[in-house]
């Protein structure tokens, strides 16, 4: 049987049918494995996108990841992936079996969906090309629409330049009780401004992505990862993007603070189509998230049970261009209150407004990659603002919350990346009024790396604790944010490290805070005294206003 290049390219981006063990096989040709071809699977395991009765697989084929001609050590020709999921950790209950085609054009990926599984039930799989066996992940399956769910944690992760510090966050992360980790953008940098690494002999990617090649290169180096790619293996994933996937504060064809030829739209087009396919080849997305050319599908949205919806956004590709510059601070832009521009574009802010108003779970959960809060940097009598956040985007953060507040959604709370600090935030229908009502709460969650050590509390902690009544808490530490819901309450702990320039850091629980059912806002749950401490380097991010590199 001969198959097509099309053919091929779809085998590897959905995989082929899951064989239930006992039917008769899959009928496609097999691509042997090069004899010579070394440990394939460098770049670990993953799955993602979990419904009611499956999940999507991933992993990449990369006996050398850093091969300087981003195709990872492989050779030109296809081969064929094998995969198994079993119900126990050994195998002898395997439920589904199938293969997939790893192409060069895919960089070797492969991302094989399965269906007709259980719900709420967790699964173990694991892939075999040639010889090599790739090491055994376990994912979940989300429980049925409408069923009575009493209880759900996850964590939220974002911004992780390899150049800033070691991914420690991500040991600890595996070793929480999880039924999925959300990442809200910044997994990778396309550049890499600092060498934060004590010790490190891997040599650091300075040179800014521009081509396909250049992003492989970033995907592979933080894929390689071992605290990330043990919390790949732990849990299905959500993922979602920021600017930094492609260049830092980008907006719909516009290309961010750039001064060279990819300022021009056909120019930069032809960028994006390049980060999006690696981001593709990397991440465990579904074939609906395969890239067309310079677009691509990444808002969406989960439900698990009665319990909880998680809807996805893209504040990136349908965003007008920031105002007043390229998302600095301003302290005089009458333009952030256009009518006219948008952070959503106008078809995702209906289907989102849509699918709030008419959801019937108990825990609405948004994942945005910016803040939604107003965020003012001077405790004066003036105003400092950021434009590349909701703050530049002002009729979308009005009409997002005003009909929020019409329509009477009860349980919105935000999450949000992008700042490399921890907030909790109350979020008003019209934030020029501070007595209209409040409707919702964002929690932003830290980096895990991005901005290096970090401190407990900066100089610009101080200035937003002054100047935003509506803000909680501040804390500018690394680490991650682990959510629990239940049907009465949702409970947010910000987990943090006191360093990751070196390896090692151990992990704590900052402060906790909770929202309750029918109540909007946050209030605290509990906090210990500040560490006194300061930390070994200083927080890069956090010594300017603001930065979110």
């Given at each position: 049987?001969?198959?097509?290049?099309?053919?091929?390219?779809?085998?590897g981006?959905?995989?082929s049918?899951?064989?239930?063990?006992?039917?008769?096989?899959?009928?496609?040709?097999?691509?042997?494995?090069?004899?010579?071809?070394g440990?394939?699977f460098?770049?670990?395991?993953?799955?993602?996108?979990?419904?009611?009765?499956?999940?999507?697989?991933w992993?990449?084929?990369?006996?050398?990841?850093l091969?300087?001609?981003?195709?990872?050590?492989?050779?030109?020709?296809?081969v064929t992936?094998?995969?198994?999921?079993?119900?126990?950790e050994?195998?002898?209950?395997?439920?589904?079996?199938?293969?997939?085609?790893?192409?060069?054009?895919?960089?070797?990926?492969?991302?094989?969906?399965?269906?007709?599984?259980?719900?709420?039930?967790?699964?173990?799989?694991?892939?075999r090309?040639?010889?090599?066996?790739?090491?055994?992940?376990?994912?979940?399956?989300?429980?049925r629409?409408g069923?009575a769910?009493?209880?759900?944690?996850?964590?939220?992760?974002?911004?992780?330049?390899?150049?800033?510090?070691?991914?420690?966050?991500?040991?600890?992360?595996?070793?929480?009780?999880?039924?999925?980790?959300?990442?809200?953008?910044?997994?990778?940098?396309?550049?890499?401004?600092?060498?934060?690494?004590?010790?490190?002999?891997?040599?650091?990617?300075?040179?800014?992505?521009?081509?396909?090649?250049?992003?492989?290169?970033?995907?592979?180096?933080?894929?390689?990862?071992?605290?990330?790619?043990?919390?790949?293996?732990?849990?299905?994933w959500?993922?979602?993007?920021?600017?930094?996937?492609?260049?830092?504060?980008?907006?719909?064809?516009?290309?961010?603070?750039?001064f060279?030829?990819?300022?021009?739209?056909?120019l930069?087009?032809?960028?994006?189509?390049?980060a999006?396919?690696?981001?593709?080849?990397h991440?465990?997305l579904?074939?609906?998230?395969?890239?067309?050319?310079?677009?691509?599908?990444?808002?969406?949205?989960?439900?698990?049970?009665d319990?909880?919806?998680?809807?996805?956004?893209?504040?990136?590709q349908?965003?007008?261009?920031?105002?007043?510059?390229?998302?600095?601070?301003?302290?005089?832009?009458?333009?952030?209150?256009?009518?006219?521009?948008?952070?959503?574009?106008?078809?995702?802010?209906?289907?989102?407004?849509?699918?709030?108003?008419?959801?019937?779970?108990?825990?609405?959960?948004?994942?945005?990659?910016?803040?939604?809060?107003?965020s003012?940097?001077?405790?004066?009598?003036?105003?400092?603002?950021?434009?590349?956040?909701?703050?530049?985007?002002?009729?979308?953060?009005?009409?997002?919350l005003?009909?929020?507040?019409?329509?009477?959604?009860?349980?919105?709370?935000?999450i949000?990346?992008?700042?490399?600090?921890?907030?909790?935030?109350?979020?008003?229908?019209?934030?020029?009024?501070?007595?209209?009502?409040?409707?919702?709460?964002?929690?932003?969650?830290?980096?895990?790396?991005?901005?290096?050590d970090?401190?407990?509390?900066?100089?610009?902690?101080?200035?937003?604790?002054?100047?935003?009544?509506?803000?909680?808490?501040?804390n500018g530490?690394r680490?991650?944010?682990?959510?629990?819901?239940?049907?009465?309450?949702?409970?947010t702990?910000?987990?943090?490290?006191?360093?990751?320039?070196?390896?090692?850091?151990?992990?704590?629980?900052?402060?906790?805070?909770?929202?309750?059912?029918?109540?909007?806002?946050?209030?605290?749950?509990?906090?210990?005294?500040?560490?006194?401490?300061?930390?070994?380097?200083?927080?890069?991010?956090?010594d300017?206003?603001?930065?979110?590199?």
């Amino acid at each position: 049987m001969t198959v097509s290049r099309r053919q091929l390219l779809r085998f590897g981006a959905a995989g082929s049918t899951a064989v239930l063990v006992g039917a008769a096989a899959v009928s496609s040709e097999r691509f042997r494995a090069p004899r010579r071809l070394g440990d394939p699977f460098t770049l670990g395991v993953a799955s993602g996108d979990p419904t009611p009765d499956g999940v999507v697989l991933w992993t990449r084929l990369a006996p050398d990841p850093l091969a300087p001609d981003g195709f990872g050590g492989m050779t030109l020709a296809p081969v064929t992936v094998d995969f198994e999921l079993a119900r126990d950790e050994g195998f002898r209950d395997v439920v589904v079996r199938g293969s997939a085609v790893a192409t060069r054009e895919l960089a070797h990926s492969v991302h094989p969906e399965i269906n007709g599984l259980e719900p709420d039930r967790w699964y173990f799989y694991r892939f075999r090309a040639g010889e090599s066996i790739s090491p055994t992940g376990r994912t979940k399956t989300a429980p049925r629409p409408g069923s009575a769910t009493a209880r759900m944690r996850f964590a939220y992760a974002s911004c992780q330049s390899w150049g800033y510090g070691y991914f420690t966050a991500y040991d600890h992360m595996s070793a929480e009780d999880l039924d999925l980790v959300v990442h809200l953008g910044d997994y990778i940098y396309e550049s890499a401004w600092v060498q934060g690494r004590a010790g490190s002999t891997q040599r650091d990617l300075a040179d800014e992505a521009f081509d396909l090649r250049g992003y492989r290169m970033r995907y592979a180096q933080v894929r390689s990862e071992a605290p990330l790619q043990a919390a790949h293996a732990a849990f299905p994933w959500l993922i979602t993007m920021d600017d930094h996937e492609v260049h830092d504060n980008w907006a719909g064809d516009h290309n961010g603070p750039s001064f060279d030829v990819y300022h021009l739209p056909a120019l930069f087009r032809r960028r994006r189509t390049a980060a999006f396919q690696a981001l593709y080849e990397h991440q465990p997305l579904r074939i609906a998230q395969l890239p067309s050319g310079p677009e691509i599908l990444m808002h969406r949205r989960y439900a698990f049970g009665d319990l909880a919806e998680i809807t996805l956004l893209d504040t990136r590709q349908y965003r007008s261009p920031q105002a007043c510059g390229d998302g600095d601070v301003v302290t005089d832009c009458p333009a952030r209150f256009d009518p006219d521009r948008t952070i959503l574009g106008a078809r995702q802010r209906d289907w989102l407004l849509n699918g709030l108003t008419s959801s019937p779970s108990r825990w609405q959960i948004l994942g945005n990659q910016v803040a939604m809060a107003r965020s003012d940097y001077d405790p004066g009598d003036g105003e400092a603002l950021g434009t590349d956040a909701w703050d530049g985007y002002v009729a979308d953060r009005n009409t997002l919350l005003g009909t929020v507040a019409r329509r009477g959604v009860d349980n919105l709370v935000v999450i949000t990346g992008d700042r490399h600090h921890n907030y909790a935030a109350d979020l008003r229908s019209d934030f020029s009024d501070l007595e209209s009502p409040v409707v919702a709460t964002e929690f932003t969650g830290t980096s895990i790396s991005s901005g290096g050590d970090g401190e407990d509390m900066s100089d610009v902690g101080r200035r937003l604790e002054a100047a935003n009544p509506d803000l909680k808490f501040f804390n500018g530490q690394r680490g991650y944010v682990r959510v629990e819901l239940d049907q009465q309450l949702c409970r947010t702990d910000f987990r943090v490290l006191p360093y990751v320039h070196r390896p090692g850091a151990p992990v704590t629980t900052r402060a906790s805070y909770v929202v309750r059912d029918g109540i909007a806002g946050t209030t605290e749950a509990w906090r210990p005294d500040p560490p006194v401490t300061r930390p070994a380097t200083p927080d890069i991010a956090t010594d300017a206003l603001p930065s979110n590199r």
